[in-house]
């Protein structure tokens, strides 16, 4: 979230990152208006999001 919401931001640039902890947890921080991302976890079904929702 530093990187995103902060440094990325004083440098008046755009990104994003989809992360897996070594627990499998799964974040996917971004600061446009749209990233589009998936991910499955194993026993659920697939997750597809384009927006912050």
Do not use: Q
């Given at each position: 979230?530093e990187l995103?919401?902060?440094?990325?931001?004083?440098?008046?640039?755009?990104?994003?990152?989809?992360?897996?902890?070594?627990?499998?947890?799964?974040?996917?921080?971004?600061?446009?208006t749209?990233?589009?991302?998936?991910?499955?976890?194993?026993?659920?079904?697939?997750?597809?999001?384009?927006?912050?929702?």
């Amino acid at each position: 979230d530093e990187l995103i919401f902060n440094k990325l931001k004083k440098m008046n640039a755009d990104g994003g990152v989809i992360a897996i902890d070594k627990n499998g947890n799964i974040a996917t921080p971004f600061n446009t208006t749209a990233m589009f991302r998936a991910y499955h976890v194993f026993g659920s079904e697939p997750v597809i999001k384009i927006f912050n929702n």
